[in-house]
């Protein structure tokens, strides 16, 4: 009960159909098994309601929450909803970001709408969800936010939009942990891997026209640790440890998932 009576938001606690389970959903299972009551936000409502029903189902506390986090008054509705629920809001998870399926490609191919559009997503939805947190985090004197960014920041990621906006998200965690340090709330960022997710292998198994299993044996094989891929529960376990008060002095890091792909640049 790492997480007992704490108050979570987790935008992104859907998934993206395919087999296995991501990394929000994997997220606000992992919150509410200690002891979070969790807003499950997701611009599909059916499958926020999933993830809700799989947390009931373990006897947890959760709400799903239908938002388009590219609209500031959607995510400023999902923040407040929150706050009528349960009085505060103790942790707020960025994990949504589209490439791939949001149309992102490599420069001389990319379009100004995919670019727009994954910016918005990637990065906008990140920095207005924060916009509308800190006022009831900073009253409170304390705070968790956790965002999730990418490896692409610090590898030879092909296209263009996924890497500019998550290398972005490093540097926005930054600024929001420096400049709200003195109000007792911290923010962080993880970088995941290669993860066997829905997103990252069904989505380029469908764009590429390859199995999933050819899609999976190519990804592992480019994994220093086992040559194996992570999954969504190791994004949510190292979510936990800095939602956590284990992470009490941790600000403004920036936490690789990635099986040791980060040791080997380029």
Partial sequence: MRLKDRIAIVVGAGQSPGEGIGNGRATALTFAREGAKVLCVDHNLASAQETVDMIRQSQGVAEAFKADVTKEDDIKNMVADAHRRWGRIDILHNNVGVSLSGGDAELDSITEEAFDRCTAINLKSCIFAAKHVLPIMRKQ???????????????????????????AMVAFTEQLAYQ???????????????????MAVDTRAR????????????????????????????????????????????????????GGASVRRG
């Fill in 207 to 258: 764009e590429f026209k390859k199995s999933r299993a050819e899609v999976e044996a190519e990804r592992d094989s480019k994994v220093p640790l086992r040559k194996k891929m992570g999954t969504g529960w190791d994004v949510a376990n190292a979510a936990l440890f800095l939602a956590s008060d284990e992470a009490a002095f941790i600000t403004g890091a920036t936490l690789p998932v990635d």
């Fill in 141 to 167: 004197a304390s705070g968790a936010i956790i965002n999730i960014s990418s490896m692409a920041v610090i590898t030879t990621y092909p296209y263009v939009a996924y890497k500019a906006t998550k290398a």
């Fill in 180 to 198: 709200n340090a003195q109000y007792g709330i911290r923010a962080n960022v993880i970088l995941p891997g290669l993860m066997n997710t829905p």
